[in-house]
């Protein structure tokens, strides 16, 4: 199983980013698909969660209303599109896959791909 995130850079604060995670070895349509970010020196921390269809989701707090999650199961990728970006969502971000819910804690998750840098200037 392989899960490539990219789409990582640097913007400015109030900006707009697309990350894009694309998976292969797993029956994508089959997981719930999951964006989380771990800031230097602080834990991986949950960003947002979709369900199979695409249809459910599930986001933090922090990102609410700014954060969108998107998936596309014929390409079997999943996106995040990053609106109003504050220097706080400052963070490797990772994407990763469950075939528990929406709810999924994080050790839930069964595969995770390797993160993609977003760094948010002020």
């Known amino acids: 199983v392989q899960l490539q995130a990219s789409g990582g850079g640097l913007v400015q604060a109030g900006g707009s980013l697309r990350l894009s995670c694309a998976a292969s070895?797993?029956?994508?349509?089959?997981?719930?698909m999951g964006w989380f970010r771990q800031a230097p020196g602080k834990e991986r921390e949950f960003v947002g969660a979709?369900?199979?269809?695409?249809?459910?989701?599930n986001y933090a707090d922090s990102v609410k209303g700014r954060f969108t999650i998107s998936r596309d199961n014929d390409k079997n990728t999943v996106y995040v599109q990053m609106n109003s970006l504050k220097p706080e969502d400052t963070a490797v971000y990772y994407c990763?896959?469950?075939?528990?819910?929406?709810?999924?804690?994080?050790?839930?998750?069964?595969?995770w791909g390797r993160g993609t840098l977003v760094t948010v200037s002020s």
């Open positions: 990763a896959a469950s075939q528990r819910g929406i709810w999924a804690r994080k050790y839930e998750y069964d595969y």
């Open positions: 070895g797993l029956t994508f349509r089959s997981y719930i």
């Open positions: 979709i369900g199979w269809g695409g249809i459910n989701k």
